[in-house]
């Protein structure tokens, strides 16, 4: 299955699992997820390029910084007041999976964020969780 292909179906089992009937805006709530999985060095191909990206996003990346390998955890988590949940071993990128790694809509790595979506979770200080390799 192609990668675009597995992000939609991702996006469309997401919404039906998470339907809900929540109309007023004091129950709006936001969520973040993020993922510690590579350290930005300027050496290495992989972390070189986290290096470059985390430098992007909030102007370091040596060695200073964790993250899915393009977003740092210190700028996906930058919302102040919304759910966080901080992840291991997931990567950034849906294409990931196919070199058999988890990406943030790998079943097993949804199982984990898809439940704060959900109406009626209360706010909750940020969560750290390795996540599973299996349900790629």
């Known amino acids: 299955m ?6 939609a179906t991702h996006v469309v089992m997401t919404h039906a699992r998470c339907a809900c009937t929540c109309t007023t805006t004091s129950l709006r709530r936001y969520i ?74 790998s079943p097993s790595v949804v199982d984990q964020w898809v439940s704060m979506l959900r109406c009626g979770v209360a706010s909750r200080p940020a969560a750290h969780y390795k996540a599973s390799s299996t349900g790629l």
């Open 32 to 105: 973040q997820v993020a993922s510690k999985t590579v350290q930005g060095k300027s050496y290495g191909i992989v972390q070189d390029f986290a290096y470059q990206s985390y430098s992007l996003c909030c102007g370091k990346g040596q060695g200073e910084l964790e993250g899915d390998g393009v977003i740092p955890v210190v700028c996906a988590t930058a919302l102040e007041g919304a759910d966080t949940l901080v992840l291991e071993g997931v990567w950034h990128d849906p294409t990931d999976a196919a070199k058999g790694r988890l990406w943030y809509g």
């Open 2 to 7: 192609h990668a675009d292909v597995r992000y």
